[in-house]
């Protein structure tokens, strides 16, 4: 299943693009995608030459190591979207992860669910979070390592032996889904965020929030 497919009214799929030297829509049968994915990223992060001398895009180009994008998926009008953040091999210190945004009106469990599925089973990140910029602003979580969010991703199960029973956490792919509330949490939420920070607490001793790919500066 495809992103178009899980969400038929949002029709129009956007590559973020900065600087916008064109819209970034996608085609309806994806033809141009690697090309606006490419467009969107800078240079030194899309390809490389054998002669590191040479700046210019030629058929001896390979890919970089690095994949990192912004995806918009709404309606022509731009009435409702939900965005998706990739960082996939990425260097420095956020990578290999999926940061889920949504507007209010598709903030739920099944949406998220269903977009954590679609971004997983794609990407195969070391973790995905669901959240608000809100909550992860008041808990600094650091950059890079596994942000808890109300639904959290981990690619290493055996987070599943680390969390007492109030918590619910159940295999999910080949890794495990950790879910601290039913639904978005606010930072107005009190009980919520304490909530999350319950979870940070008790596996910061294992070492399972930290991303082994993770460069440390």
Not at 128 to 154: C, H, K, M
Not at 196 to 217: A, D, S
Request: aromatic fraction near 6%; include cysteine.
């Amino acid at each position: 299943m495809n992103i178009r497919d899980a969400f038929p009214g949002l029709a129009m799929l956007q590559v973020v693009r900065d600087p916008k030297e064109s819209s970034g829509v996608v085609k309806q049968d994806f033809s141009n995608f690697d090309q606006e994915v490419v467009a969107s990223l800078p240079e030194d992060w899309v390809y490389v030459n054998e002669d590191p001398r040479n700046k210019e895009f030629s058929d001896n180009c390979r890919p970089a190591l690095s994949f990192r994008a912004g995806f918009v998926l709404g309606t022509m009008e731009g009435a409702a979207d939900l965005s998706v953040q990739v960082s996939i091999g990425s260097n420095g210190r956020n990578l290999d992860n999926v940061t889920l945004h949504l507007a209010p009106e598709f903030e739920s469990e099944e949406v998220a669910r269903k977009l954590l599925d679609i971004a997983v089973s794609y990407w195969t990140p070391h973790h995905a979070t669901v959240t608000r910029s809100e909550v992860d602003n008041l808990l600094r979580q650091p950059i890079g390592d596994v942000r808890i969010g109300w639904l959290t991703y981990f690619s290493n199960a055996d987070v599943l032996n680390h969390l007492s029973p109030k918590h619910t956490a159940n295999g999910f792919k080949s890794g495990a889904l950790v879910q601290v509330n039913d639904g978005p949490i606010s930072a107005a939420n009190g009980d919520g965020v304490e909530r999350i920070r319950k979870v940070i607490e008790e596996l910061e001793p294992t070492g399972l929030l930290q991303n082994p790919k993770k460069k440390v500066r």
